[in-house]
């Protein structure tokens, strides 16, 4: 692929997608995505016949599936639209500010204008003048709508374009690997997906102001289908973490019409999300694509030139990202000419998104899910990795509006490797959604509503030597209120542990808290007083060692799959992090660590 990418309306194009020309775009989505969609599989059957000897199956596969549907979903070439694909009767488009646009002719005058749909009142209006390839775009000012509304273009020289029952509200764009992907589900469709999602459907007819969009705008609820067949195929974090905005936001987003954008494809890096510039800011190696060593055998970009560059410059109202688990496994594979780069490729993919469609939109990541062994420094690669990602995660932090939702508790049991999984889509897809979207809903409340609402665990401020030798970890007030040690759900609901040993107890496996000594090693903590054990410590937790002298760190929940987290009254779980010892306080003895969590495990 010729590197460089064009702009709207231009000419340059990348290895044959051009801004300026849909039906080329058309011809070039279904084209690429087929030949790459029999590549993948290919290269699976490959794999299959090596008996596993030279190459591994991904833990999280391609979705070959979707890679085709995504062929299908851009059907033949077609003329240049006066309005962009995703423009169809029946959507949302994003209140006060919703930016619209398409292809008309060369200078061509266009004129947009909407109307009530039941009494034909003027609602809005906008006009715009065709650059010379014929692009044009206008953003209209129109306030949330409760009932349906008309809009029009006209172009000289083309037809002109009605949409019917188009809702003005927020507009959310839902992205990454499978476990976005990951459908509501239930008896019959997509079955086995997300805990409690027939009642999830049978609630759909409570909020009939969700629409949906997958290369087609459809109402979340449908008063024909019974089955709800659309709901039920749909995301679940993306339409779960929707309904849960209405409940944590009722008074000001309980009505508010939702447009939920999915735009997620099993398996997939980061890379494909990302324009090719994100790479080289990076320093991101010239890989060889197709070569399973690499961790790049899927191509850069492509899936940005697909489902996400078409949206550009829509309105959104937030994006949420769940995907890393296929970075992980290069992300701590020091061999690997990708080890190490999440932590740049994420918070540069996001500045690539939001410079793309021209906003600040917020950006809220899901950390990955237990998932792999239960023992730090595990001989697992796949616990290793996990374990690194969730930390590059962290990086998203690093720009204005973001936040990490953390749900390192809520693994699946199919990530135990000597029992039989009770996911059937495997332990690296939790199914419960729910407490995600909840997660998500906290965060979205916080940074984009202003709302005031616990959305964090138990963040880690300062760490000190105490005067009896134990490492005092002091916790953001805000955050630390009803701050407690949990077993995760798994080891909550099933035997994890040899019989009468409690989830958070001693041992490697039980708890969180290692110590991190001069020689570099690291050993879990004898013992840990957390709040709830002793309420005098409300915003503490003191890890106890029979050798104070030599500690220069501390270290939590460093293991693929915790069996035992920290957790606030909110119910929310304490990020991974670890903390070095930096200084001596003259004044009362103690050793301060740093206030800032280090990327490193």
């Not at 239930?186 to 290369?215: D, K, M, Q, W």
């Not at 020091?334 to 950006?363: D, E, H, N, V």
């Not at 729910?434 to 959305?455: D, H, I, K, P, Q």
């Amino acid at each position: 692929q010729p590197q460089g990418r064009g702009v709207k309306g231009g000419d340059t194009t990348r290895g044959g997608f051009d801004r300026g020309n849909t039906a080329r775009n058309h011809a070039w989505v279904t084209t690429r995505t087929m030949l790459y969609a029999t590549a993948v599989a290919a290269f699976a059957v490959c794999m299959a016949q090596t008996n596993g000897k030279k190459f591994e199956l991904p833990t999280d596969p391609l979705d070959v599936t979707a890679l085709a549907a995504l062929a299908a979903r851009a059907g033949s070439p077609a003329a240049p639209s006066l309005l962009a694909p995703p423009f169809q009767s029946g959507m949302v488009l994003q209140a006060d500010s919703a930016t619209l646009f398409g292809t008309a002719g060369a200078n061509a005058n266009v004129s947009v204008a909407v109307v009530d749909g039941s009494t034909g009142a003027a609602v809005a209006s906008a006009a715009a003048t065709a650059n010379a390839t014929g692009y044009w775009t206008v953003t209209l000012a129109v306030g949330v709508t409760a009932n349906g509304t008309n809009v029009t273009v006209k172009a000289a020289g083309a037809p002109s374009v009605t949409l019917s029952d188009v809702l003005f509200g927020s507009v959310f764009l839902c992205s990454g690997q499978s476990n976005m992907q990951f459908c509501l589900g239930g008896e019959g469709h997509c079955a086995g997906g997300a805990f409690a999602a027939n009642t999830s459907v049978a609630n759909a007819h409570l909020y009939p102001e969700i629409r949906l969009y997958s290369g087609k705008w459809s109402p979340s609820f449908s008063a024909v289908d019974p089955d709800q067949r659309t709901l039920r195929s749909f995301s679940a974090v993306c339409y779960l973490t929707a309904v849960e905005i209405k409940k944590v936001l009722a008074a000001s987003y309980g009505g508010r019409p939702m447009g939920l954008i999915e735009a997620a494809v099993g398996g997939t890096i980061i890379e494909m999300w990302s324009p090719p510039e994100v790479m080289q800011a990076c320093g991101l190696p010239n890989v060889s694509a197709g070569s399973p060593a690499t961790c790049a055998h899927q191509s850069n970009s492509d899936l940005y030139d697909q489902l996400i560059e078409p949206l550009v410059p829509m309105s959104i109202s937030a994006a949420f990202w769940y995907q890393g688990e296929s970075n992980a496994p290069c992300d701590n594979n020091a061999s690997l000419p990708t080890y190490k780069y999440y932590s740049c490729l994420l918070p540069g993919m996001i500045k690539a998104w939001r410079g793309a469609f021209g906003q600040t939109i917020p950006f809220f990541v899901v950390q990955l899910a237990a998932y792999g062994g239960t023992d730090a420094d595990s001989s697992d690669r796949t616990s290793d990795g996990v374990v690194q990602l969730r930390q590059d995660q962290l990086s998203a932090l690093s720009l204005p509006k973001t936040a990490v939702a953390v749900t390192i508790d809520l693994g699946d049991d199919g990530a135990m490797p000597w029992t039989p999984p009770t996911s059937r889509h495997g332990g690296i897809h939790p199914r419960n959604k729910t407490e995600v979207g909840r997660r998500l809903a906290l965060a979205f409340a916080a940074v984009v509503a202003n709302a005031s609402v616990v959305y964090q665990g138990p963040t880690p401020v300062r760490a000190s030597v105490t005067a009896n030798a134990a490492i005092r970890v002091d916790f953001d007030p805000s955050t630390a209120a009803g701050m407690a040690l949990v077993p995760t759900q798994q080891c909550a609901t099933h035997a994890r542990l040899p019989a009468n040993t409690p989830c958070c107890g001693s041992g490697p496996q039980g708890m969180p808290f290692e110590l991190l000594f001069k020689n570099g090693s690291f050993e879990v903590a004898p013992s840990v007083v957390a709040p709830d054990l002793a309420p005098a410590y409300a915003t503490t937790v003191v890890v106890y060692t029979n050798d104070a002298a030599d500690v220069v760190g501390v270290r939590y929940a460093a293991q693929g799959y915790p069996l035992c987290v920290l957790s606030n009254r909110q119910g929310l779980t304490a990020s991974p992090f670890v903390m070095n010892i930096t200084s001596v306080s003259e004044s009362d003895g103690t050793s301060t660590l740093d206030a800032v969590p280090v990327l490193s495990l």
